[in-house]
């Protein structure tokens, strides 16, 4: 089965710029996040999808950061303009959503995008 | 709210002698937590998780982690560290939402660096 896939794998940019980065979810999961991995921390929700509905944006800083998930597939990830502080990895995962007792719901991750903002 | 704090940030061990990683949670709710594992440049995998079946939950590449409600810990364990346990481990805790959709909306904790010794 195939994992979470992630591009690009690696993007440098300089402050103000904008970027994008994308994710496609495994085949059949409903629910899809996006995480931010800053330096020598654990990930940070950003964003949380459910099929193409926003479910949890409260940590997504919506002054620059914005997310869709069009057909409730693939996803995209905008920063605009981005600042020194977002250089982060982020990580996109997703999971099933709950049906039933015996539903596997735990998230895979993707490799994730390593944002340097120079 | 919900938190989890790893204890400590750096844990070092010969081959061969056993592993503890400790973590300590706080929740109102009967929580779902898990433990995760980052090899360098690779993604996000699940090691075990509790989800209020057995308190001793059993994991990948032998490890285990015990659920103690008295002690708001989840401290994650090894018989004997390999070489290729050397990663970042990472506490988790499942946010509580309003539906019971999936286990991927996560609150990380700071991660344990696990170096083994040969």
């Known amino acids: 089965e195939a994992g979470v896939a992630q591009s690009p794998r690696y993007k440098i940019i300089e402050k103000r710029q904008s970027v994008a980065f994308w994710c496609n979810p495994i085949?059949?999961?409903?629910?899809l996040y996006w995480y931010q991995q800053i330096l020598g921390q654990g990930p940070k929700l950003l964003i949380q999808f459910q099929n193409n509905g926003v479910v949890d944006d409260s940590q997504l800083p919506k002054d620059r950061f914005s997310a869709e998930r069009l057909k409730g597939v693939d996803s995209t990830l905008k920063i605009q303009p981005a600042k020194l502080e977002d250089s982060a990895v982020y990580l996109c995962?997703?999971?099933?959503?709950?049906?039933?007792?015996?539903?596997?719901?735990?998230?895979?991750f993707g490799q994730g995008t390593r944002l340097t903002v120079v | 709210a919900q938190s989890v704090t790893q204890l400590d940030s750096h844990v070092s061990v010969s081959e061969g002698t056993p592993v503890l990683l400790r973590c300590n949670y706080s929740s109102s709710y009967s929580p779902s937590l898990f433990w995760y594992v980052q090899h360098p440049n690779k993604g996000l995998q699940l090691l075990l998780k509790y989800t209020s079946a057995a308190t001793l939950v059993k994991g990948i590449n032998g490890f285990e982690a015990e659920f103690k409600k008295s002690e708001t810990s989840f401290h994650l364990t090894k018989p004997s560290a390999h070489m290729s346990d050397a990663a970042e481990y990472f506490c988790v805790v499942s946010r509580q939402m309003n539906y019971g959709g999936s286990q991927g909306n996560l609150i990380f904790g700071k991660g344990t660096k696990l170096s083994v010794k040969p």
């Open positions: 995962a997703s999971s099933l959503v709950r049906q039933g007792r015996s539903s596997n719901t735990e998230a895979f």
């Open positions: 085949s059949g999961h409903a629910t």
